[in-house]
């Protein structure tokens, strides 16, 4: 590939060189004798080595030129492991592994001794960490801003069949790749009493007294592009004690005890992130967490922009800030006190810069996840800022009243402050000049249902950017021989230019083409069932139909619904002799939020379904069930290209896109779904024949809620496959599981699992028929890759860097 990249000039001999000398200075043994993760470090210290050059050289020619910056505020940055993904961006992979070999290591055993950054949930989380691999790698001058959070989302084990939580200290060995800018400090005020002050001349000016203090510290973490010497930043910020705090010389106990409490309190900030994942807990701990890492990241962006010694006036047009989803919503009105009561502007004129600035993307339509702060919780947290909340409010009623003047309705319905609470997504909309939804369905619901008054009262604010994932980590990374198989296909352009991925349409009857796919589908699955295999599970055939469903664990997404399945099956594998199916192997996958109990009992039955039918010599050849423990990035890299079919499943409509279905489809896995999310879009994007759709439709699902006309107990009594399975949860077959019988019958199957049963198990079918057919299985899997391009972030980043954030690549030489 003719790309011109940073070279510290070092062939291999070089760079093995350069390996021993680095052992010698980090550890002072030779290379030879270092432990597993001290070669791991000494080679993330070679890798820096190539990294900081350009790191240094990017932020000049930022500056230099003037270019706009784009800020993306995310709560989560799901990274994962960081050595594979940069030596893929530096184009240094072959050169390291080839100089590692001479060294005696074998490269791809190193990557697993880094731990994996799990500072995210899930989707949302490996969304924001997708967008800035790509901006990195469009040359986009676009940085993020989150939380070094000492515990990422905790570690799952399964004992018993039960999820065990087991907390994350993913920085118990040091982060090789973050560097601590102590000299970059800012301070986060909270508590105290605000209040505006007349001055001698007249004119007014705010005091905030009596508050807290905490400092602010970013750790930065380079972010490598795509052989384009550009290099970003994710900003992490870490709570810590305020620099003057270790006098205790003259103090009395009270005061001592009190800094204890501050130090406490201080310590507690980014020490774990919130393992939930769509159900909002107004807990205080989390506002304190949005204000903190939000009012640091805006407090750095002007200190810098004002460093760089540009006018304020002129900040929307250099500035972008994203808001990714409602956590760090609160920006709007931290910019407003910035702009405001800091650099004393009017405040129209502050109003009108911060709305240029902000735009904001919402990820849910589940009522449940919108964030609302209880006002007695906000204000005496956040006295200024609730006080600058008030006067956006007060001034945007101000308008509705005008353009609506009997509209009581459109008031209530548009108020950041409702019913003694603040509405996080309502200041995000009224502060920003955009509105997206992740999915064309998405945004089609948020428009017509979700946020209808909104979108009549702003109604060209609102637009749809359909999400995408790296190609250079879930392709090019996760999956080198498909890579080069496509490589030798269709040349090596698509790696720059994903959406030339299309070109493999002109191959999708090569044979001998399908038949090296195929082979390659055949080694993933050898992985997956040896990571299996070693990791105390059990031995899986590699010939079987690898079926995964790999997410979070939520009522929304139905996993109980494919292990109902599973378990009429096995039923009918046991009492109907004429029964065949194609040797199956069902994948499972995924955490549940520690709190949730229906997403903790569906593991249970996952693992006591597993256990009865993988002990069952009469089924075994045909059917296996896994529960994989503490799926995550990492292991994600080694599910994604193992698999057959991709189970996406979620209720139309409740799934705002998914990406998972994206990551399957670019290793050619068949979906097997709903038509909710970007499944819609990936079934247009294939073909109808290429995927298999199944179930109630969106607008048949919203139908059903609203007229409340569903009744689970009548399909219970109607459907005997439903019957049957339903029975089966409390009846001893596999132990008791009355927790999931009342939540599908009294509960009256809020997500429609039984009424989609039926059309879930012929989707089954027709896929199984169509597996048989291997020719046009290949085929299908095949066109499944070639219109994978599209679902590449960089066209979902483009499309921002167009239509919101007015950005053009940056070129660094
Ligand atoms: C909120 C409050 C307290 C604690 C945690 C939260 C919270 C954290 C993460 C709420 C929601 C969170 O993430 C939601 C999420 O991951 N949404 C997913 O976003 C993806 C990227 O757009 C979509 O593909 C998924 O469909 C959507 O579910």
Redesign the pocket.
């Known amino acids: 590939m003719a790309n011109k990249r940073n070279e510290l000039g070092l062939a291999k001999e070089g760079l093995k060189q350069r390996f021993l000398a680095t052992a010698h200075i980090l550890w002072g043994s030779d290379f030879a004798d270092l432990t597993s993760h001290e070669v791991y470090a000494t080679i993330a210290a070679v890798v820096k080595q190539y990294i900081s050059e350009n790191w240094v050289k990017t932020n000049k020619a930022y500056t230099k030129r003037r270019d706009k910056q784009i800020y993306y505020f995310s709560?989560?940055f799901l990274l994962g492991r960081l050595m594979r993904s940069n030596l893929v961006n530096l184009g240094e992979m072959e050169l390291f592994s080839d100089a590692l070999e001479e060294l005696g290591v074998n490269l791809d055993e190193v990557f697993p001794e880094e731990p994996d950054a799990g500072l995210?949930?899930?989707?949302?989380?490996?969304?924001a960490a997708c967008f800035i691999d790509s901006m990195a790698s469009l040359g986009l001058p676009g940085h993020g801003c989150s939380i070094r959070y000492q515990y990422g989302l905790f570690e799952q084990k399964i004992i018993k069949g039960n999820q065990v939580e087991i907390p994350d200290n993913w920085l118990g060995n040091g982060f090789e790749w973050e560097y601590r800018k102590a000299d970059k400090a800012v301070n986060v005020k909270f508590n105290g009493n605000a209040y505006m002050k007349e001055e001698e001349d007249g004119s007014l000016s705010l005091v905030h007294e009596d508050y807290m203090t905490v400092m602010a510290v970013p750790y930065d973490v380079p972010i490598v592009g795509f052989r384009n010497n550009t290099v970003n930043t994710l900003r992490l910020w870490n709570a810590e004690v305020n620099r003057d705090f270790s006098d205790y010389g003259t103090m009395t106990r009270e005061q001592i005890q009190a800094k204890k409490e501050y130090r406490n309190f201080v310590e507690s900030i980014t020490e774990y992130l919130?393992?939930?994942?769509?159900?909002?807990?107004g807990?205080r701990l989390?506002l304190i967490q949005e204000y903190f890492f939000v009012s640091a990241g805006v407090q750095s962006i002007v200190r810098h922009y004002l460093l760089a010694g540009m006018d304020i006036k002129d900040f929307a047009k250099k500035i972008a800030i994203h808001i990714n989803?409602t956590?760090p919503a609160v920006a709007v009105a931290e910019l407003m006190r910035i702009l405001v009561d800091e650099e004393r502007m009017d405040w129209e004129e502050a109003w009108e810069i911060t709305r240029e600035t902000m735009a904001y993307?919402n990820?849910?339509i589940m009522p449940e996840?919108l964030?609302k702060w209880p006002i007695d919780m906000f204000r005496p947290l956040l006295p200024r800022i609730y006080m600058i909340v008030e006067e956006i409010n007060r001034r945007h009623l101000e308008e509705v009243r005008r353009r609506f003047p009997n509209g009581e309705q459109m008031v209530h319905e548009l108020s950041i402050i409702e019913d003694g609470q603040v509405h996080m997504a309502r200041l995000a909309i009224v502060g920003s000049h955009s509105v997206n939804g992740?999915?064309a369905i998405?945004t089609d619901i948020l428009k017509k249902d979700t946020l209808k008054f909104f979108h009549r009262y702003y109604p060209t604010k609102f637009n749809n950017k359909t999400?995408g994932i790296t190609h250079r980590r879930w392709l090019i990374g996760a999956n080198p021989e498909l890579t080069a198989l496509i490589d030798e296909t269709i040349g090596d352009a698509w790696q720059k230019a994903p959406d030339q991925l299309s070109h493999l349409n002109d191959h999708v009857t090569d044979k001998a083409f399908l038949a090296e796919l195929s082979k390659i589908k055949r080694l993933r699955k050898v992985d997956l069932s040896d990571y299996i295999h070693t990791h105390g599970g059990i031995l899986v055939d590699p010939d079987m139909i690898f079926d995964v469903q790999v997410k979070?664990i939520h009522s929304y997404k139905r996993q109980i619904m494919n292990i109902l399945h599973i378990m009429y099956l096995y039923h009918e594998l046991k009492t109907n002799k004429r029964f065949r199916i194609p040797p199956t192997a069902r994948f499972f996958g995924g955490k549940a939020a520690p709190g949730y109990y229906i997403a903790k009992e569906t593991i249970r039955l996952i693992n006591a379904v597993a256990d009865k039918v993988n002990n069952d010599k009469a089924v075994s050849d045909m059917l296996k069930v896994v529960f994989i423990e503490n799926f995550g990035v990492s292991i994600g890299e080694i599910v994604y290209p193992a698999a057959d079919i991709s189970e996406q499943i979620s209720t139309a409509s409740k799934?705002?896109?998914?990406?998972g279905n994206m990551k399957f489809m670019m290793n050619g896995a068949l979906t097997l779904g709903t038509l909710d999310?970007?499944n819609v879009e990936i079934s247009q994007a294939v073909g109808r024949e290429h995927c298999e759709i199944f179930g109630l439709r969106a607008e048949e699902v919203l139908n059903y809620y609203a007229t409340g006309s569903y009744k689970a107990w009548d399909e219970y009594n109607t459907n005997p496959a439903v019957r049957l399975v339903v029975s089966q949860l409390v009846d001893g077959t596999y132990g008791d599981f009355h927790s999931l019988r009342d939540y599908l019958i009294q509960g009256n199957d809020e997500f429609f699992v039984l009424k989609d049963f039926s059309a879930y198990d012929r989707a089954h079918k027709n896929m199984n028929r169509k597996y048989e057919d291997q020719a046009a299985w290949l085929k299908s899997s095949a066109i499944n890759i070639a219109n994978s391009g599209v679902f590449s972030s960089d066209r979902t980043i483009k499309e921002y860097a167009d239509d919101i954030w007015h950005v053009k690549p940056a070129i660094i030489v």
Request: hydrophobic share 20%.
């Open positions: 709560i989560e995210g949930n899930g989707g949302l989380g490996r969304l919130y393992p939930d994942d769509s159900s909002y807990e807990r989390r989803d956590h993307t990820h849910t996840a964030e992740v999915a998405h999400n979070r799934e705002a896109s998914g990406t999310g970007a």
